[in-house]
């Protein structure tokens, strides 16, 4: 009898912590994945417009990108960078024309070796960099002109 309510606790205790654990294993990106920097390289590269936020998210990065007609969401794979689908979405800030490309700026955040990127954000004249290290999360405010960084 007592066994059965041990058990039972477990069950409960997991299934409570199991939305969590799902939350961080989306943040979580498989081994043998390209830097961000690449794959934010290889979209700008593209000239689809100004990259306006990029996620990792459900195994894929969802990378934003507004154009003088629209905004996108590009869905790609973090192993390879290709694209795997796109759909249309509403319109965001964009950063200044002069502004360092954000491949730049997320190349030098991966260089500092100050943990896993898993999003940027452009808001409010900054970009937004969210890190994971070691289960931990840390932000960081970047200068769109500079590349300065603080936390």
């Known amino acids: 009898m007592k066994s059965k309510g041990v058990t039972m606790v477990f069950l409960m205790f997991g299934l409570l912590l199991s939305p969590l654990t799902a939350a961080l294993a989306g943040e979580i990106l498989p081994p043998g994945n390209k830097p961000l920097s690449l794959i934010l390289k290889s979209v700008e590269e593209r000239k689809l417009g100004s990259i306006t936020e990029a996620e990792f998210e459900d195994g894929l990065w969802e990378v934003k990108i507004c154009g003088a007609a629209a905004c996108q969401k590009l869905y790609l794979d973090p192993r390879t960078g290709d694209e795997k689908r796109r759909r249309k979405t509403d319109s965001d800030e964009i950063p200044l024309a002069n502004a360092m490309s954000i491949s730049t700026i997320i190349q030098s955040i991966e260089a500092r070796g100050m943990g896993t990127v ?9 970009w937004e960099v969210e890190l994971r290290k070691d289960r931990q999360k840390m932000k960081l405010v970047v200068d769109p002109m500079t590349g300065e960084t603080r936390r």
């Not at 940027?120 to 900054?126: M, P, Q, T, Y």
């Open 118 to 126: 898993i999003e940027v954000d452009f808001d409010d004249g900054f």
